[in-house]
């Protein structure tokens, strides 16, 4: 499995980002796609994921700011971004496991693929 993630760059405070997770290669229709980010000097957090049912889940400091979406092929996944803040300056890593439990869905290790990254900086 491939993951590319893109739609990173520079926004002002109170703005908005769309970030894409083409996936390539997947073996299974079940899977679990998450959105992780790692700001500068910080441990990766989990962020948000979504199931190939379309069931989501999101971390508390989402409040609503942030949605997750699969296309219609469910070959890429989206990480919509409203109301940005600086604290939310960071590189965003998508991730996709075809093994996981709804359970685990939150946990970095088990996924076992991972994007390289795209970077979103928020200016105040």
């Known amino acids: 499995v491939q993951l590319q993630a893109s739609g990173g760059g520079l926004v002002q405070a109170g703005g908005s980002l769309r970030l894409s997770c083409a996936a390539s290669?997947?073996?299974?229709?079940?899977?679990?796609m998450a959105w992780f980010r790692q700001a500068p000097g910080k441990e990766r957090e989990f962020v948000g994921a979504i199931s190939w049912s379309r069931a989501v889940a999101y971390a508390d400091f989402v409040k609503g700011r942030f949605t997750i979406s699969l296309d219609n092929s469910k070959t890429t996944g989206y990480l919509q971004m409203n109301s940005l803040q600086p604290e939310d300056t960071a590189t965003y890593y998508c991730?996709?496991?075809?093994?996981?439990?709804?359970?685990?869905?939150?946990?970095?290790?088990?996924?076992?693929?991972w994007g390289q990254g795209t970077l979103v900086t928020v200016s105040s």
């Open positions: 991730a996709l496991d075809e093994h996981l439990i709804y359970s685990s869905m939150r946990i970095e290790g088990e996924y076992d693929y």
């Open positions: 290669g997947r073996s299974s229709s079940r899977f679990f």
